[in-house]
């Protein structure tokens, strides 16, 4: 019986993922667009490679401060410093048996947008299908 319940929610939870398959429109909440139709892409920030041009940067502000074109495209390049991968592929960057990816960043970049666009392909049976349930935790 137990077993069946958990069937049934997850169940649940992928029709609730399906029908939150739409973006409103902030300024008409009657306008609404397809999830699938939003522009997603998606970018690791190693941070490694981060860190050492942030100690590229430093060093090179204590030579020279007055140079401050050339930091600021130093700046530029430290959070220039991504891998762009393919949605599907996410989880193979993962180093251990957790399949687990964190969605960080500033306000407004979309990462709730993104995290509903991958709920919403898995419950259309788009992504990872291996899996019988995919939490979304906003």
Request: glycine share 8%; charged share 15%; net charge positive.
């Given at each position: 019986e137990s077993q069946s319940e958990s069937n049934h929610l997850f169940e649940w939870i992928k029709e609730e993922y399906q029908r939150n398959g739409r973006i409103e429109c902030l300024m008409n909440?009657?306008?609404?667009?397809s999830i699938e139709q939003s522009y997603i892409n998606l970018a690791i920030v190693e941070i490694k490679k981060q860190q050492e041009k942030e100690k590229e940067l430093r060093d090179a502000s204590k030579v020279d401060a007055s140079n401050v074109d050339a930091l600021m495209g130093s700046f530029e390049e430290i959070y220039g410093t991504k891998t762009i991968i393919d949605i599907k592929n996410i989880f193979e960057t993962c180093?251990?048996?957790?399949n687990q990816v964190l969605v960080f960043g500033r306000a407004g970049i979309g990462k709730s947008t993104f995290c509903r666009y991958i709920a919403y392909q898995w419950?259309?049976?788009s992504y990872w299908t291996q899996y019988q349930l995919l939490a979304l935790i906003p």
């Open positions: 909440p009657a306008k609404f667009y180093k251990n048996q957790q419950a259309m049976g």
